[in-house]
């Protein structure tokens, strides 16, 4: 199959993520607004061209004031850095359908290669006739190698925000002409 372009269907797709709260549970979140430019052979994704933009201002953990709080000058500070980006610089396939996805992340002012463990889910026509195809990444991210370095002190040792950030996305896919 050669490379088409595929839009993101942001109604069936989603990226969340979580973090460790207090050494002892999960904070966990979403990002709601996102967007990314894929030209790609979904049967073969190792010349595929991903890009990948998430606006920071879309943040929910299902508190309001937490939330603000991550978007202040403590953490995102998204009045000077809106949004993280991803640009695919690598990627190799490690098995059926399974990827090893490198590329440049921007967050906070900071660029570092990163890389993810990507699937192709499948690929299918919707009852409106449209080609549609799905995948899913994991990955994680320090936040202190992004300049994220705000925390506080356990008095029982430790500390209250954990540094590794957990990345789960789902993508569903539209064909365009």
């Known amino acids: ?3 088409s ?3 993101v269907d942001p109604t069936h797709s989603s990226i969340d993520f979580s973090v460790k709260h207090m050494m002892i549970a999960k904070v966990k979140g979403s990002f709601h607004t996102f967007e990314a430019n894929i030209a790609a052979d979904a049967y ?3 010349s595929a061209d991903i890009q990948f933009s998430i606006d920071l201002n879309s943040i929910d953990t299902r508190n309001s004031d937490r939330d603000n709080h991550l978007r202040s000058a403590d953490f995102f500070e998204i009045e000077k850095y809106p949004a993280l980006t991803f640009q695919a610089t690598a990627i190799t396939k490690t098995d059926d359908g399974e990827y090893s996805v490198t590329g440049d992340v921007s967050l906070h002012g900071v660029t570092r290669s990163e890389t993810f463990a990507a699937a192709f889910e499948g690929a299918g ?3 409106w006739g449209n080609e549609k195809v799905g995948f899913s990444a994991t990955g994680s991210l320090k936040r202190s190698d992004y300049g994220l370095t705000y925390n ?3 008095e029982t040792g ?3 925000i954990g540094d ?3 990345i789960f996305i789902e993508i569903e896919a539209i064909q365009q002409g």
């Open 1 to 3: 199959m050669a490379k």
């Open 5 to 7: 372009q595929w839009t």
């Open 44 to 46: 073969d994704l190792t």
């Open 125 to 127: 026509k919707d009852p």
């Open 152 to 154: 506080a002190a356990l």
């Open 158 to 160: 430790g500390v209250l």
């Open 164 to 166: 590794e950030v957990k």
